[in-house]
C-alpha cells in the first residue's frame, strides 16, 4: 500500500515564485489536510478537506490555496513564495467515519526553502 | 497560545530507564492521540484515547486520558534505543475531524 504520497520531496524556490506542493492518498479516505511543521512550532494546520469539491481554512491558510477535486488528491499551492514559508509540510489523511474516525496518516513531508 | 502543553519538551535518558511525557490544556477533546515521529518521516499514530479515565498499553508504552479528558500522558518503561524520536500528542473536539497538535517532547535514548 502506497499510503498518502507527497511530492516533491525537496524544493528551492526564489521569493516570489509559485508553485503546488501534491499528495494523493489510496485509502478512500474523506478528510485530507495539509499541516507545516517548524521548529519550536510544532505541527499547524493549513488548509483541509472533509470531502471532494470542500476545502476550509485551517490556523494558518494565508499565501497557500488548495482545491479537492477528486477524493484521492489534494494539492497545496504556493502563490507567492516567501521566506517565511521556508518549512516541512506535510499532508494527511484520515477517515471521516467509523472506529478509525480521525486517525491521522501521513505522508513523508516536503522540504520547501525559500531564498 | 498553544491549546496543548507538552512537557517536558526534550528528554535524554540512558537505556532502561523510565520516562513519562504530559500533554495538558484547559480545553475538553473529545478524542486524543499520541503520535511517534522519527528524523525525515511523517508522524504515525501510536494510541487514541477517547474516554476520561482510559487506560492503553503498548508493549512498554502505557496511555493515559484525564478523567475530565484534558489531559493525558504516555509512561514509557525500560527505554531502549528505538524508542528515540519526536512524540506528539493532538487532540479533537466534539464533532472535527481537525487536529491540534502539541509541540511535542523531543526523547533521546542513549546505549
Known amino acids: 500500500n502506497a499510503g498518502v504520497t507527497q511530492t516533491p520531496k525537496f524544493q528551492v524556490l526564489k521569493t516570489g515564485q509559485s508553485m503546488t506542493l501534491q499528495c494523493a492518498q489510496d485509502m478512500n479516505h474523506e478528510y485530507m489536510s495539509w499541516y507545516r511543521q517548524d521548529p519550536g512550532m510544532g505541527l499547524r494546520l493549513i488548509h483541509y478537506s472533509v470531502g471532494a469539491g470542500i476545502t476550509d481554512q485551517g490556523e494558518v491558510p494565508n499565501g497557500y490555496n488548495v482545491s479537492r477535486s477528486t477524493t484521492e488528491d489534494f494539492p497545496l499551492r504556493l502563490l507567492s513564495a516567501a521566506p517565511s514559508q521556508t518549512s516541512v509540510y506535510f499532508c494527511?489523511?484520515?477517515?471521516?467515519?467509523?472506529?478509525?474516525?480521525?486517525?491521522?496518516?501521513f505522508g513523508e513531508g516536503s522540504r520547501l526553502t525559500v531564498l | 497560545t498553544q491549546l496543548l502543553e507538552q512537557s517536558p519538551q526534550f528528554l535524554s535518558i540512558q537505556e532502561g530507564e523510565n520516562l513519562t511525557v504530559y500533554c495538558n490544556s484547559s480545553s475538553v477533546f473529545s478524542s486524543l492521540q499520541w503520535y511517534r515521529q522519527e528524523p525525515g518521516e511523517g508522524p504515525v499514530l501510536l494510541v487514541t484515547?477517547?474516554?476520561?479515565?482510559e487506560v492503553k498499553k503498548l508493549k512498554r508504552l502505557t496511555f493515559q486520558f484525564g478523567d475530565a479528558r484534558k489531559d493525558s500522558s504516555l509512561h514509557i518503561t525500560a527505554a531502549q534505543p528505538g524508542d528515540t524520536g519526536l512524540y506528539l500528542c493532538?487532540?479533537?473536539?466534539?464533532?472535527?475531524?481537525?487536529?491540534?497538535f502539541g509541540k511535542g517532547m523531543k526523547l533521546t535514548v542513549n546505549p
Open positions: 484515547v477517547v474516554t476520561g479515565g
Open positions: 494527511a489523511s484520515s477517515y471521516s467515519a467509523g472506529e478509525r474516525a480521525g486517525e491521522l496518516f
Open positions: 493532538a487532540g479533537a473536539k466534539g464533532g472535527s475531524e481537525k487536529l491540534v
